[in-house]
């Protein structure tokens, strides 16, 4: 027998975490590709209590649902905790991580080693779209609030949502 009543047949599940403070156009590239890659892909916005963020983890969220809404296979959610512990009760066997540059590399091969010490998971890196290579939430942050234009750096709902922000709600 083949198709998803064999045996064995086991939905395809990964994760892409990450802060997303606010997400961009290069977390929602690795999504996209990750979402065309497995069966379901849950995005994980890490809850970092020590670091204030520009935007609430609640806010974060609702902008990632947002702008990933045409892709059916994509859950958001937060989690307050270790990685590998969503992981385990979700039953995701894979972490997909972009990698930007080779100096992204040594801080992901340390906790992509490190998570799989931990449970087993297994990290997937995949080559950011170079047109994306430079960028990061925090240098969007730093632009934005000059004044500098991000419109090419994030999607439309992310650009409304920091003009907010850095203007005063
Ligand atoms: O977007 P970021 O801030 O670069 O993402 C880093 C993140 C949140 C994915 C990473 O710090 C993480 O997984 N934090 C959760 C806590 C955890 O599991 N720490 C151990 C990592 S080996």
Redesign the pocket.
Known sequence: MTGPESEGSQVRRAVC?????PITNG?LDIIARASRLYDEVYV?V?V?QS?KGLFEVDERIELIRQVTADYANVVVES?H??????CKQRDIPA?V?GLRAVSDFDYEL??????NG?SGVETLFVPTNPTYSFL??SLVKEVAAWGGDVSHLVPPAVLEALDKRLRKD
């Open positions: 975490p990450g802060s997303f403070d977390h994980a890490m970092n670091k989690h905790g270790l990685l590998v512990d969503f972490i991580k340390q906790m992509a080693q490190m998570n931990l990061s939430s």
